[in-house]
């Protein structure tokens, strides 16, 4: 049928006249049939048209504009607040800057980064302040090291200082609280006369959160820090807290005591070599024999934390019996929030090894290779298991443990695999692998320790970062809490340097760090031929054969003369 289009619109105009009688014949069949919703419907109608009219009424009438006007200035007053409240002052050897922050409860909080923080209820309020030690002066803070009576000359020149800071800091705070709440009102209203009633507001505002601080000033909260961070175990930071006393003249010298000692903290990085890792440095936290010690764990937590880690490595002790009932304490690593990587230790079973490999962030490898973060990590746990110096185990010496690494070694050579990082809990398992890999990581000494073998790979002794459990009581000083950050060049997968960690052991509070840095991270790397037999061992029983034919019970004193579960360990032999 050929196409009409005035037919079409003929049509369309028919439809047009016929729809509003449809809609009027069906609202009348629906009036009829429900006779009360018509009128339910008008009334909605009225009551929507008054509620409209009354919130016009409400929306200009006198009082709605003077608490809009006063809210306008408040919030202005209180983002210029925030907004002006920082600068930088000099206090004693070092540069702080000071911050006003939004806040439920005030306070102030000392940023020491990385170490940590120290919190203080100095006062309530809307708002906190935050100081950040940014830098320090070697020069003046290498007098305060090395002369105790220049702390006390400084005591008066600090508080001098402080205060000049704190003024500076609240009176461009006031200013620019002022200046946003009546800008902000002019803007808004655009009137002279409204912006001037916000800025009034604004003034009240500042005036109602110093009056706050002001009568909440707590200057007991220099006794009651709160510590985050490494800090936590170390608050001898602000020195003496017993010796507080209500006055703020001892106020006043406990903050310079504060900084004073902050600066023996600062004075060994200050003079740290220039290495600065760039944002895409691998940077790997390097942990060790943590015995069962949950301490360790918050060390860990803010060292990875606040040197941004890549991943964490473990070289094996996260136990010391290697029971059922300890496999709780690897819970904790899915807490990290980061990869770990884990090789079993001579004190860790083949239970401890399960219990962390149920951990989501955990990476378990017992003779295998991964590539972790970037870098490729070849790792064994150990072959011994000596949970309580009774196992046949604990007979085996250094050449024989050195003797598995060297089948392992062998075995790896063959494969062609050449890992960027190589992981054994004992350093004479490791030591064959030199020439197979640039970096070798162990622990199980508790003492930290470095050394270039003469194939250019580095073996890296960490120490204990639970400060070896218990047994870090069985010497005269407690084994110090130990670990370290190391940086690894993304590109070239090689250590550029590396930072150690230290802190006091069980009872003492201490803190260090020192950086040091890898004199030639390029060089090449030269293989050493394998073994061709297991080497001869005077301190083991079993001196010819490799770990997989060691019996399977311990021999007796009369078998092993040289070696009895009451001899002395080896100098390779784990301390403790």
Known sequence: MPFRPTALAARITDLAARLPRAVSARKAALAARFPGAASAARKTRAGAARARAAGVRAARSRWTRVALTIAIGLAGGYVGLLVGGRTVTPVGPANVQLVLHPSLHGGTTLELPPLGAVHLDTHAGPVSVEAHLTDVRPDQAQKLIEDDSQLARVTDQIADQIRHGVTVLLIRAVVLALVFGFLAALLLFRSWRRAVAALGASAAGVVAVALVAWTTFNPDSIAEPRYTGL????????????????????????????????????????????????????????????????????????????????????????????????????????????????????????????????????????????????????????????????????????????????????????????????????????????????????????????????????LFVQGSTGGAGLRGLEHEQPTPIELSVLYFNRASHRLQGWDDLQLGGLGLTSAKIERHLEPDPDRAISPQPPATAPPASPTSPFPSRFPSDWPSRSPSPTTSPTMSPTSSPSPTRERG
Do not use: C
Not at 249 to 266: C, D, I, P
Not at 407 to 420: E, F, I, K, N, Q
């Open 231 to 458: 800090l936590a175990n170390a608050p001898q930071v602000v020195g003496d807290a017993e010796t507080v006393f209500t006055r703020f003249s001892t106020y006043r010298a406990n903050l310079a005591r504060l900084v004073g000692n902050a600066s023996k903290l600062y004075a060994a990085t200050s003079t740290l070599p220039t290495y600065e890792p760039d944002p895409s440095t691998i940077r790997v936290v390097h942990v060790s024999d943590i015995h069962l010690n949950p301490t360790a764990w918050n060390v860990i937590k803010s060292v990875s934390t606040q040197f941004h880690a890549t991943f964490i490595i473990d070289t094996g002790d996260l136990m010391d019996h290697g029971s059922k009932p300890e496999d709780k304490f690897a819970d904790s690593i899915s807490d990290l929030k980061v990869p770990y990587v884990y090789i079993r230790g001579n004190h860790d079973s083949k239970s401890t090894q399960r219990a962390v490999a149920r951990q989501k962030n955990a990476i378990v490898l017992d003779d295998q290779t991964r590539e972790v973060g970037g870098l490729r990590i070849y790792g064994v746990g150990d072959p011994r298991f000596t949970p309580d110096k009774s196992t046949r185990d604990d007979f085996v010496g250094a050449d024989q443990v050195r003797a598995e690494g060297q089948v392992l070694a062998d075995r790896l050579r063959r494969s062609g695999t050449r890992p960027d990082v190589v992981l054994t809990h004992d350093p004479a398992e490791g030591q064959p692998f030199s020439g197979l890999t640039p970096l070798i990581l162990s622990g199980h000494l508790h003492a930290r320790e470095t050394k270039l073998l003469p194939t250019g790979t580095r």
